[in-house]
Nanobody, 114 residues
Framework: QVQLVESGGGLVQPGGSLRLSCAAS????????MSWYRQAPGKERELVAR????????NYADSVKGRFTISRNNAKNTVYLQMNNLKPEDTDVYYC???????WGQGTQVTVSS
């Protein structure tokens, strides 16, 4: 079955960087677009970034454009989210999504605080 395992979250100061990873298994990773979402307590899960099958097409939420970069390595079945210039409002649990809207990882906590 589909398995998505996120890693790389943690505590970082404002202006800092983190790189999230999502290791995928149980499906043919290279033929599906993948996404990162985030969710704060009491709020709806929101799309952060999406990447196409070859990594050439990417989309970002306006709030992270210019700061976050999504990428993928199809040989490693892994999708990444490089987060730079982090802000306190980026504090959330980040989730990997794919190949369908119903497939989610367990999430990784990102906390931006001084």
């Amino acid at each position: 079955q589909v398995q998505l395992v996120e890693s790389g979250g943690g505590l970082v100061q404002p202006g800092g960087s983190l790189r999230l990873s999502c290791a995928a298994s149980g499906f043919t990773f290279s033929i599906y677009g993948m996404s990162w979402y985030r969710q704060a307590p009491g709020k709806e899960r929101e799309l952060v970034a999406r990447i196409g099958t070859l990594g050439r097409i990417t989309n970002y939420a306006d709030s992270v454009k210019g700061r976050f970069t999504i990428s993928r390595n199809n040989a490693k079945n892994t999708v990444y989210l490089q987060m730079n210039n982090l802000k306190p409002e980026d504090t959330d649990v980040y989730y990997c999504n794919g190949p369908t809207r119903n497939d989610w990882g367990q999430g990784t906590q990102v906390t931006v605080s001084s």
